[in-house]
C-alpha cells in the first residue's frame, strides 16, 4: 500500500465527493479543476463530483480519477437533452488499488427512471460530449 498523508486516518481508499460547480457547462471551472487536483495532492484516491446537474469532463491527474459531474442519477429536470443524460461509475478495485473505470452512460425515461444504455451505440451521445470536453482541459 503507497503511503497516505496523516489527514487520511488510515483510509486504504480515501473517495471525495464534492458538491461544486455551476448548472450547465460541459466542464469544470478553473477553480474547480485546481481544487480537484489539490484534493488528489491531499492524498485522494479518486475525486467524484457532482451538482451541475449535466455530466461533465474528467482527468487523470497523478494517476488517479477526476470525475467533475457524472449528472443526476435521477431528478426531475427535463427541460434539455443533457439534463437527462448521465453517467454511473463501476469501479473495481484489488485491495486499496482502482485498477478498472467503466463510466455506464444512462439516460432518464419520464424524467426519473434511469435506463442503462449501450456504451457502443445510444450511450456515445452521452459518453462523446465527455470526453470531448476532457480534451479541452487544460494540462
Not at 484534493?39 to 455530466?55: E, Q, R, T
Request: net charge neutral.
Amino acid at each position: 500500500p503507497q503511503h497516505k498523508p496523516a489527514g487520511t486516518a488510515g483510509a486504504a481508499v480515501v473517495v471525495v465527493f464534492p458538491h461544486w460547480g455551476r448548472q450547465d457547462p460541459r466542464g469544470p471551472s478553473p477553480l474547480q479543476q485546481r481544487l480537484g487536483r489539490q484534493m488528489i495532492d491531499a492524498g485522494a484516491d479518486l475525486v467524484i463530483g457532482h451538482h451541475p446537474h449535466w455530466a461533465q469532463a474528467m482527468e487523470v491527474y497523478q494517476g488517479r480519477p477526476i470525475w467533475y459531474s457524472l449528472g443526476n442519477f435521477t431528478f426531475d429536470q427535463s427541460w434539455s437533452e443533457p439534463t437527462l443524460e448521465r453517467i454511473t461509475l463501476e469501479l473495481t478495485f484489488r485491495g486499496d488499488r482502482l485498477v478498472q473505470a467503466w463510466m455506464n452512460p444512462h439516460i432518464l425515461v419520464r424524467a426519473v427512471q434511469p435506463n442503462l444504455l449501450d456504451i457502443a451505440g445510444d450511450g456515445q451521445r452521452v459518453l462523446g460530449p465527455i470526453y470531448k470536453a476532457s480534451t479541452l482541459l487544460p494540462w
